[in-house]
């Protein structure tokens, strides 16, 4: 099982995890203990497994705590979420750190990445957080209120796997990065004809961190039947199972 500590010698020696910046601190606020736990966890358990790089470890708040958390600005009190391509939690581990009040299930299809995201979510006591191992394509889930994914494909492809997941009035939260208007001008056909919405692009963290996070964001307008560009029926309610 995977232990929270702050002494990463597991990972390289003389490794430790890094304390909170100041953005960070003042970010997190109440939920800052609990959110360098994860840190923690990271730094070592993270690093041995390969899910993260240990040149990521020095920035593991700015560049992935802080970076996704910001992006909670976007999402409804109460909100359920689908995190698609979780790896090691992010952003679907953060938001559920920074957001008690959601409900956060982690979509992830190797089993090395789901083993740690099962044990990070005992590890920390986070009641609010289910892992489902598989791809988005294939899992069997109830509509989400919004699906979120970081640096997981193109836009085009990403709206494929995410937005038959989302109920309608819902959306997807990509994290992009500066092409960003670019994917979304080669998104345009396939976004449409999955029921979607015109995109938008969001700064979230204006102030926070520096550069902002660039969230791309879809309502679903429409449930469209797989396998059809024009019939689409009305989502059922949430907790429904969204397959037939």
């Not at 040149?55 to 359920?80: D, K």
């Not at 994914?149 to 990403?158: G, I, Q, S």
């Not at 015109?198 to 309502?219: F, M, N, R, S, W």
Request: hydrophobic share 45%; charged share 20%; with cysteine.
């Amino acid at each position: 099982m995977i232990e929270s500590r702050h002494d990463a010698g597991d990972s390289g020696p003389g490794v430790t995890a890094p304390g909170p910046s100041s953005s960070a601190i003042a970010f997190f606020g109440d939920r800052l203990d609990l959110a360098d736990r994860y840190v923690s966890l990271l730094a070592t358990d993270g690093v041995v497994r390969g899910l993260i790089g240990p040149r990521e470890t020095p920035r593991l708040w700015e560049r992935h705590l802080v970076n996704c958390g910001v992006m909670e600005s976007l999402i409804p009190q109460g909100a359920s979420v689908i995190d698609v391509g979780s790896g090691a939690g992010l952003p679907g581990l953060v938001l559920a750190i920074t957001r008690p009040d959601l409900t956060v299930t982690l979509v992830e299809p190797l089993a090395r990445r789901t083993v740690f995201l099962d044990e990070a979510v005992a590890s920390l006591g986070l009641g609010n957080v289910t892992v489902v191992r598989g791809r988005a394509e294939e899992v069997d889930l109830p509509f989400a209120d919004v699906v979120t994914a970081r640096a997981v494909a193109a836009l085009d492809k990403l709206a494929g796997w995410c937005l038959p997941l989302a109920a309608v009035g819902g959306r997807l939260l990509a994290m992009k990065g500066s092409s960003a208007a670019e994917e979304i001008a080669a998104a345009q056909n396939a976004v449409a004809s999955l029921g979607g919405g015109e995109a938008v692009i969001h700064l979230c963290g204006v102030g926070v961190i520096d550069p902002p996070t660039t969230v791309v964001e879809i309502v679903k307008e429409r449930h469209v039947v797989p396998g059809s560009s024009s019939a689409h029926r009305a989502a059922p309610s949430r907790g429904k199972s969204r397959r037939r």
